[in-house]
């Protein structure tokens, strides 16, 4: 099973941008789609970027569609999400994992928005 590590949140002023990171470690990493994962406190975890597992497919919940980015680098077994114009509402913990996830998650990365 895929091991994987988030980085790359902070405190950002809304309209702003962060790039999060996500490192993997097993050999399996380029096999499976891959999605990142927000968690804002109070509500459930929801999927809002997925990535197949070549990189030819993308797809965006409706609340991120042409702000966020999703890609991949295979070869460094690293996912990426590019968010820009950032809003407050997007003020979550991020995570990455497969699509559909695996049962176990990394520790996520804190993003807050400051209105």
């Known amino acids: 099973q895929v091991q994987l590590v988030e980085s790359g949140g902070g405190l950002v002023q809304a309209g702003g941008s962060l790039r999060l990171s996500c490192v993997g470690s097993?050999?399996?990493?380029?096999?499976?789609?891959k999605g990142w994962y927000r968690q804002a406190q109070g509500k459930q975890r929801e999927l809002v970027a997925r990535?197949?597992?070549?990189?030819?497919?993308?797809n965006y919940a409706d609340s991120v569609k042409g702000r966020f980015t999703i890609s991949r680098d295979n070869a460094k077994d690293t996912l990426y999400l590019q968010m820009n114009s950032l809003k407050p509402e997007d003020t979550a913990v991020y995570y990455c994992?497969?699509?559909?996830?695996?049962?176990?998650w990394g520790q996520g990365t804190q993003v807050t928005v400051s209105s």
């Open positions: 994992n497969s699509v559909p996830p695996f049962d176990s």
């Open positions: 097993g050999s399996i990493f380029s096999i499976n789609a």
């Open positions: 990535i197949s597992s070549g990189g030819s497919t993308t």
